[in-house]
């Protein structure tokens, strides 16, 4: 199963996974949106309170009460445990990939970039020969002076509750379309970061390079 696939079962088993919920608990989410001064307080609580992100809290608030019937539960259920069929892993085996403590910061010149970008660069080979050091900071310098050219966009993956560097996403344009690699520290792996990496580079890179095509390639 490509990445983009997984991606796209993985999002839709997690907002079937939050409706469901809400209807299991559909008394605490409604007093939870009764009890809220707006909407903006009202997504914010029921996100909190289904445990997921407020996109999806965003789909609870847009039920209608057709879907509160013990069939449309059913129904509901039946997909989700087709889509955990498909799956090779779920939120529930790498919680990262929910994306919740997740942000993408520009990269930037200095130390801290260039020791994360220098850790990546170690695993790259050319001929069956790992980088030199001179090629790493060949590669680093005239990647930054591609950003300053606006001609790529690249970004630190950060875990903001662990307050941890987990990897980078490299944005580079070529043409209309922008070439997307994603590179996560080998001691981050298999947590969902590179998902949550590729759910937030969609919106960053669309946002750097408009109109243009992203071509998704892991890892970098």
């Known amino acids: 199963m490509t990445t983009q696939v ?3 079962i993985h999002d839709r088993r997690e907002l079937t996974a939050a409706l469901l919920r809400a209807l299991e ?14 909407h903006a307080e009202a997504l914010t609580t029921v996100a909190g309170l289904l445990d997921t992100s407020e996109a999806y809290a965003e789909a609870v608030l847009n039920l209608t009460f057709r879907r509160l019937t013990k069939d449309e539960r059913l129904r509901i259920q039946s997909e989700l445990e087709d889509l ?15 994306g919740r403590n997740f942000r993408l910061r520009p990269f930037t010149p200095t130390d801290e970039d260039a020791e994360l970008f220098r ?3 170690a695993e790259q080979e050319e001929d069956g020969t790992l980088w030199s050091q001179e090629r790493i900071e060949k590669e680093r310098a005239e990647g930054l002076k591609r950003i300053d ?7 630190v993956c950060e875990d903001t509750a662990e307050k941890a560097s987990v990897g980078l996403v490299f944005g580079e344009l070529t043409g209309r379309e922008v070439d997307v690699a994603i590179w996560v520290a080998p001691e981050a792996r298999k947590k969902g970061y590179g998902t949550a990496a590729v759910k937030h580079s969609r919106q960053e890179l669309a946002a750097e390079f408009p109109g243009t095509v992203l071509v998704v390639r892991a890892p970098a």
Do not use: G, M, N
């Open 149 to 155: 050219d606006e001609s790529a966009a690249w970004f």
């Open 25 to 38: 608990r559909r008394h605490e989410v409604l007093d939870a949106i009764v009890d809220s001064k707006d």
């Open 119 to 121: 850790r990546r660069c």
């Open 84 to 98: 955990d069929a498909k799956l090779e892993w779920t939120a529930s085996d790498r919680p990262a990939s929910t």
């Open 6 to 8: 997984q991606d796209r």
